[in-house]
């Protein structure tokens, strides 16, 4: 989606359970706290958690305000959510079919059985792909930091089979003259290159094209 563009109800109703439960691991009282992550941790398997989260922290929809948390809190609810985005991409995005299942243990005593991790539907991956570059143009300096380092476990995931709308995009951005698409855009240059940093040709094969292609074009729109 784009800013400004409203949520759908269901995404609009799980974002306001995602920001509650945010707002209760900042309690000072320990078990409200532990409930909320336990709640939090629960939520991750659910239809809309990853859009929820991503939605509530990425200033996207800044009308969409949850009445029931002042505004002042906000700020700390989306830097908290922010973290846990970034957390979560590193466990969950990746494309793993053929990983081994982790072991999880029902019934404490028992032999653990074999659960198959969870991963995101790739429509929701999909959406945050398509989003991503604009939440680092509208969001504060310290949530946007975490969202970049999110970024950079997508691209190390998805660039550029799975993305091929970034190029564009980050294209796009440097011809901006708007300063802060224009950073946005430099900070996703600078995630592609630490994915590419350690690559080397071989005889057969160059993984590092996609990054050669990238600087050659958007380098003379850098020296202008």
Request: aromatic share 6%; hydrophobic share 45%; net charge neutral.
């Amino acid at each position: 989606w784009q800013r400004d563009m409203a949520a759908p109800p269901e995404l609009a109703n799980a974002r306001l359970q995602v920001a509650e439960a945010l707002r209760a691991t900042l309690s000072p009282d320990g078990p409200t706290r532990a409930a909320a992550e336990r709640a939090l941790s629960m939520a991750e398997t659910q239809p809309n958690y990853l859009l929820a989260l991503f939605s509530l922290i990425a200033n996207l929809d800044p009308a969409a305000q949850p009445p029931s948390i002042p505004p002042q809190e906000m700020m700390a609810i989306r830097q908290s959510g922010a973290v846990l985005l970034k957390n979560l991409i590193r466990r969950r995005w990746a494309y793993m079919p053929d990983s081994v299942p982790a072991r999880v243990a029902a019934v404490p005593g028992q032999v653990p059985a074999l659960q198959q991790p969870v991963h995101f539907a790739e429509s929701e991956k999909e959406m945050v792909r398509n989003s991503v570059m604009d939440s680092l143009v509208w969001c504060e300096p310290l949530v946007a930091t975490q969202i970049a380092e999110a970024m950079k476990m997508i691209v190390n995931t998805d660039f550029p089979h799975r993305w091929p709308t970034l190029v564009p995009q980050i294209m796009e951005y440097l011809r901006s003259t708007e300063d802060r698409k224009v950073v946005a855009a430099l900070t996703a240059l600078r995630n592609i290159a630490k994915v590419y940093e350690f690559t080397r040709p071989t005889d057969t094969d160059n993984p590092r094209k996609p990054l050669n292609d990238l600087v050659e074009n958007s380098f003379p729109l850098l020296q202008q």
